[in-house]
């Protein structure tokens, strides 16, 4: 790294490697921090990292539409139910009738 002042070449000082010595002007400058990538931090320890979050809310979606799928199937079931059970009465009633006409 150069001096921005007189442009001579910056050498870390002996004391502290923290500081870059220009001997020409006689200036000290700190080293410029080198940036890194730093992942996302956790802040709360209760809280998942957002990929197991999202893979257990996938589960859970999946989860809750096999549940409904099924909902869905005993409804099928139920509905089916209801046509024979009110013919039976009906077929009842008109025995009835028929039987009350006869013994008459």
């Known amino acids: 790294m150069k001096c ?3 442009g001579e070449t910056l050498r870390p000082g002996k ?3 923290n500081y ?3 001997y020409t002007c006689k200036k ?3 080293v410029p921090e080198k940036k890194t990538v730093k992942k996302e931090e956790q802040k709360y320890s209760n809280i ?3 990929t197991v979050r ?3 809310e996938k589960e859970m979606k999946k989860a809750y539409d096999e549940m ?3 909902e869905e199937e005993y409804q099928e079931d139920k509905v089916s139910v209801v046509p024979i059970v009110v013919l039976t009465i009906a077929i009842l009633a008109v ?3 028929i039987v009350y006409m006869l013994l008459k």
Request: proline share 17%; hydrophobic share 30%; aromatic share 4%.
């Open 4 to 6: 921005p002042v007189c």
């Open 48 to 50: 998942p990292p957002k």
């Open 15 to 17: 004391k502290d490697p």
């Open 95 to 97: 025995a009835g009738i």
């Open 68 to 70: 409904l799928s099924v």
């Open 20 to 22: 870059l010595l220009c």
């Open 54 to 56: 999202k893979k257990r």
């Open 28 to 30: 000290k400058y700190k």
